[in-house]
Structures are given as C-alpha cells and as structure tokens.
C-alpha cells in the first residue's frame, strides 16, 4: 500500500521553511555550547586534542553504520583513523576495504569541510562506501543515482504480504534537477547559520534519497560537513550520529512523521537541534575519557611491560567490549591459557588490573582507577 502524499509531493517543495522564533533559543544555547567546548578543548594541548578526534571519530564512523545496522570492527576503525590523522596508537589493525572507505568518506566530509559539495564528490563517497559495488549479497548502482529498476525506492516494514510503506522517494526520472536544487542550496549564498543549514541539509537529503544505498551515512555525513564548517574547524569533539543512535527510535519517528507532512519543518529542526545539544553535552564524556587515558599512561609509565600486555592495555582504555577473562586475552593476545593468566597476574600485583567485583562462572579483571562506560571507577 502506497502511501497518498509525501513531503516532495508537496507544490511547494523543495522551498522548507521553520518557524525562526522556534528554534532561536535552542541555537543560540548550541552555539555557545560550542564556544565552550572548544575553548576546553584548546586548553589539552595537541596530543590530548589529537586523541578527542581520534576517539569523536572513531565513535562517529561505528554509530552511523550502527543506525544502518552494520556493527564495524571498532580497532580496525580506530586503527584506519589513526593511520589517517598520522597518530600512533601501536598496534595497528590490517586495513579493511569497507571500514577503509567508510573513514575515507567521513574523513573527507570533516577535514575538507571548505571544499564545494558537488554531485561528483558524493559520487566519490558513495564508491567509498560500496567498494565491491554491492550491499550484502545485492549488486547496486556505485557512483551513480539509482535509476529504480526493480521498483520505486521505498521504506518499507512488516511480513512479506503485509508490508507497510513508511516513505517513498522521487522517482528516479527526477533525480538530477532535484540534486542539482539540493547543492545550489548548500553551496549558495543564502544568509543561513550553519547549525540550521546541517539539518536542514540532512532532512533534505535523506528525502531525496539519491543512492540505491547508503543515503542515510551520507546525509550524517553532509551534516557533519555543515556543523564543521559552523565551528571554522576540521577537529570534532562531539558525534552527532553516536547521539542519533541513542536516540534511533524517536529519529526514525520525527523522519516518518516530517516525510509525511508539508514543507513546514520545524518539528524536525526542534528535534535535530535538541539531538545536537545533547550530542555535545555528550563530549564531556568523551573528554573525561581522554584525560582518563592520559592519566593511566602516566601513572604506568614506570611499569614495564611485555608486547602482550600493552596490546592488551590498549584494548581495554580504549573501551573493550565485554568483561575481560583469561580466556579472552587468549584468543586475542594469540597465546595459551597459562601465558594469559601470568600476564594477568603480574598486572594484578602492580595494581594495573583488579579482579571485577561481580562474581560469575569466570573471573573477569578491570583496568584500576580507570572509568568505566557509566563513569564509574574500579577500585
């Protein structure tokens, strides 16, 4: 069942408009949001700041493809970022095609934010995104707008026989003058705060629905470039899209809801600027990790330490996944279960790890004094 009118449909699309006097108080709190938090940030110094953007990024690239429900390898991530900015983190992971591109792209939207927009260079990210010219085991078009072939692009939910049709597309036919309107828009000169530009710009987008695949990374993607261009700055502190998928249920929602109504987006521009409020809120997290790591190196700096153990440090501050036993450090550390435990031990008796208080089937171990992803502290 198709559903009877969408936002495009609408005889005064593409022309959106918001209330101003409805969204004036919440940018200007994120403007000075922003102010602050990159004034606290200058006062790190370089390693410090390097390391925010490392981890920004890193949790940028994961939570937007988590919002498209693809888990990435968060090393490899970090590792391909890492290699990128020309940080040195140790251990690098092997590259990965697919997590390659995807940095590629979101590398490019944030520090070339003062490069135009162009119809090549989303070609260009698309191709990034889709190295093999396939989304999962579906041959699509890369580099390219989809030409609908094998039907209208739709967004559609529910058992085969009872689908339902959340938002439809324009067709195919419309796509180059609807993407040309699109990035005359962006690139224009029409007096617009850079804030309000970037959601606009991603509801815009998203709408339009270009690709046969990956329209919602790259939407994410034109937003971050906007929000960099309104700070003057390539350096993120905050994630907008690790934000969103905290949020993915009421962002979906807000989407359907908007893609269904007129050209009046001011509910949508309510919820994006409140989802950045919150995303930046969010980086005082992000900071507090920072110095956290700076902290435990320092304080461990006299501590020597095998190649194993510092692999395994390293895992641990920069957020592992799970609860740490000797079996893990195992197979990851690639030794035998006797290795693992005496490397656990000797970090045990120089006050680096502590047994987890919670008890369970296998003993598990914690970096000491170190938060953990609540904010909580092992002692």
């Known amino acids: 069942m198709r559903i009877l009118t969408s936002i495009h449909e609408q005889p005064t699309w593409p022309k959106l408009y918001w209330q101003p006097e ?5 940018l200007a709190q994120i403007r000075l949001a922003q102010g602050r938090l990159s004034g606290r940030m200058e006062g790190l110094g370089f390693n410090l700041q390097q390391e925010a953007t490392l981890e920004t990024l890193t949790e940028d690239v994961l939570k937007s493809s988590q919002i498209e429900g693809e888990l990435l390898d968060p090393a490899k991530v970090r590792s391909s970022i890492a290699s990128r900015l020309g940080i040195d983190i140790g251990g690098l992971q092997p590259p990965d095609r697919h997590v390659e591109g995807i940095v590629e792209m979101m590398l ?6 003062n490069e135009p927009l162009t119809a090549k260079r989303l070609y260009a990210w698309h191709a990034a995104l889709f190295p093999t010219a396939r989304s999962g085991m579906k041959p699509i078009r890369v580099g390219r707008w989809r030409d609908d072939a094998s039907g209208p692009m739709q967004v559609v939910s529910g058992a085969v ?12 036919k419309r796509l180059k003058k609807e993407m040309a309107q699109f990035l005359k828009w962006f690139e224009g000169k029409e007096p617009l705060d850079d804030v309000l530009r970037s959601g606009v710009a991603h509801l815009w987008f998203v709408t339009i629905h270009p690709f046969d695949d990956g329209n919602g990374r790259i939407a994410r993607a034109i937003a971050d470039l906007a929000l960099a261009r309104s700070e003057e700055s390539p350096r993120r502190f905050y994630s ?3 934000q969103i998928q905290q949020e993915r249920d009421a962002y979906y929602d807000i989407l359907e809801q908007t893609q269904r109504g007129n050209t009046d ?44 153990q510092h692999m395994m440090l390293n895992r641990l501050v920069d957020g592992f ?54 904010g909580s502290r092992q002692r």
């Not at 409805?22 to 919440?26: G, I």
């Open 265 to 308: 987006i001011t509910l949508w521009m309510e919820w994006f600027l409140g989802c950045l409020g919150r995303a930046i809120e969010g980086a005082q997290s992000t900071l507090a990790r920072v110095i956290a790591k700076a902290q435990f190196w320092d304080r461990i700096r006299n501590i020597s330490l095998n190649e194993r």
């Open 22 to 26: 409805a969204l004036a108080e919440s």
């Open 161 to 172: 026989g009872r689908e339902r049709v959340h938002f439809e597309a324009p067709e195919a």
């Open 240 to 242: 907008m899209s690790a």
């Open 108 to 113: 490019d939207a944030t520090r070339s934010y």
């Open 321 to 374: 996944e799970g609860k740490l036993t000797t079996t893990k450090w195992a197979t990851i550390a690639k030794c035998s279960q006797d290795t693992a435990f005496r490397d656990i031990m000797q970090l045990v008796q120089k006050n680096v790890l502590v047994k987890e208080a919670a008890g369970g089937r296998s003993t598990s171990y914690v970096l000491k004094d170190f938060p953990s992803k609540n």
